[in-house]
Structures are given as C-alpha cells and as structure tokens.
C-alpha cells in the first residue's frame, strides 16, 4: 500500500489525470470523490491524511487515490499526490450512512481505512469490490453456490 507519495506524469499517471495501467490491468470505474485516511487506534482515529478531493479508479487489481491538485515537480515535471491499494490489502467494504469504509491492512501501515464520502452514482463506485470480496470469502470457506438453479442444471443433461 501507498499512502500519500508524489507520482510524475508518465510513471502513475497521464497528462489526462488517468492511471499508467500495468500488465493484465482493467478499469472498473472511477468517480471524483472526498476522502480521509486514518488509523483505528482503540477508540479513536489517528488522521494520516485530511480530507482531499480527488479521482478514485478502481481496477482489477488495485484502487489508486489521485488528489485534485497538480504539483510542480524538479526538472520541469508535473504530477500529483497519489495513494495505491492492490486488491490483496483490502480486508472489507463497508457501506455507512454517508459514506463508505474501505478497511485495508499490509505489514508496513498495519490496520487503516480510508473513507470515501460518495454521493449519487459515485457511491456505487466499490459495489464491485465489495461483491468480489464477498464472492473469495464465500469460496475460501466452501459456501460459495452455482448462480443457477439446481433444477435447471440437472434437467440439460
């Protein structure tokens, strides 16, 4: 996981504000969203990031947080703040009222959340990988069903 590193135009991202995808990479959707990351530290929230605005791409295999503001880099480049969750870090996610919980956790950081406050059509942008998390648990436990009916597999035969 990354949280809050300098990214330069060509290496994360493109002068049009879309990610450099890698090899086997699918866009599933992105949304302009408001976001905060924190630590759940007992009962409290330690801040590692305030609130920003920014472009939130999903993907097949990881989300990347792309913040609003383009930044001057040295040697005359641009770019962006940017954070990055590969898919195998994410725990759980979690619809609020308001707002949508995404729990993470990598050796590195340990537990943190980022939380998204969607509203329309942005907040169904993680139904994706909520209903992929939910399909793997169900398959790791051996609980996973067939979408289709019982009755209608075995009458094809």
């Known amino acids: 996981m990354k949280i809050d590193q300098v990214g330069e135009v060509g290496v994360v991202l493109t002068e049009a504000n879309e ?8 866009i599933i959707g992105y949304r302009s969203l408001k976001y905060v990351i ?6 409290a929230k330690k801040t590692l990031v305030e609130q920003r605005e920014g472009w939130v791409w999903q993907t097949r295999r990881r989300v990347l947080l792309l913040d609003m503001e383009w930044l001057d880099l040295p040697g005359g480049k641009r ?13 759980d996610v979690v619809p609020k009222r308001r707002r949508v919980l995404l729990v993470t956790e990598d050796k590195e950081h340990g537990k943190v959340v980022f939380e998204f406050r969607p509203f329309g059509a942005a907040s169904r942008l993680l139904a994706w990988l909520k209903k992929e ?25």
């Open 19 to 26: 990610p450099v995808l890698h090899g086997g990479d699918q």
């Open 38 to 43: 924190f630590k759940p530290v007992a009962l």
């Open 79 to 91: 770019g962006k703040r940017y954070h990055e969750i590969p898919l195998e870090e994410t725990i």
């Open 133 to 157: 998390k939910e399909h793997r648990r169900k398959r790791e436990e051996g609980t996973l069903r067939s979408p289709y009916r019982e009755e209608d597999r075995d009458s094809g035969r």
